[in-house]
T-cell receptor, first 114, second 115 residues
């Protein structure tokens, strides 16, 4: 099946630890995105990548890092510098062709800081 | 900067009735896309419908249709014959039509279906 997978579904982090959230897609999409969702708010963009080995900061990039070494993968690391990391994280991808450039989302990862 | 406003935090509708969710946006661009996404309790974001700003005809997908008023910057979602499975958070989103620009989301409307 084609789609976007995120793992793990639930993640617990201790204070001061870095954690990495996985996002993989087999849709042959060029663009990938990471969003954060907090209660009562819409999604906010953390990072996005339009092509392998290139990525740009979104609106709330501080305390996060990403890599894009493969077209299929766009992992997000939540570092200890992120002061309030407890949230729901959603990964998305899009084809990169503007005429059909709808973003499709993975099932999400719920991160909780203990 | 683009902004998207959903002024109805919560809505409810009787099963089989029709409900309209409101969305307004602010942009200086003339070419863009608008989307409605549904987020059920599973929390996965599911695309409901999309509208290209250059198209005057309102988009329709089965029981879902939009009322796109470009001059008023309004983009409402109408759900006809509401079903229990329609219960979810609904998010309106905007994206300019150049490159892989980000989606700008509203804060969402929680829709409850009353049996």
């Amino acid at each position: 099946d084609g789609g976007i997978t995120q793992s793990p579904k639930y993640l617990f982090r201790k204070e001061g630890q870095n954690v990495t959230l996985s996002c993989e897609q087999n849709l042959n999409h060029d663009a990938m995105y990471w969003y954060r969702q907090d209660p009562g708010q819409g999604l906010r963009l953390i990072y996005y990548s339009q092509i392998v080995n290139d990525f740009q900061k979104g609106d709330i990039a501080e305390g996060y890092s990403v890599s894009r070494e493969k077209k299929e993968s766009f992992p997000l690391t939540v570092t200890s510098a992120q002061k309030n990391p407890t949230a729901f994280y959603l990964c998305a991808s899009a084809s990169g062709r503007a005429s059909v450039d709808t973003q499709y989302f993975g099932p999400g990862t719920r991160l909780t800081v203990l | 900067a683009q902004t998207v406003t959903q002024s109805q935090p919560e809505m409810s509708v009787q099963e089989a009735e029709t409900v309209t969710l409101s969305c307004t946006y602010d942009t200086s661009e003339s070419d863009y896309y608008l989307f409605w996404y549904k987020q059920p309790p599973s929390r996965q974001m599911i695309l409901v419908i999309r509208q290209e700003a250059y198209k005057q005809q309102n988009a329709t997908e089965n029981r879902f249709s939009v009322n796109f008023q470009k001059a008023a910057k309004s983009f409402s979602l109408k759900i006809s014959d509401s079903q229990l499975g329609d219960a979810a958070m609904y998010f309106c989103a905007y994206r300019p039509n150049f490159g892989n620009e980000k989606l700008t989301f509203g804060t969402g409307t929680r829709l409850t279906i009353i049996p």
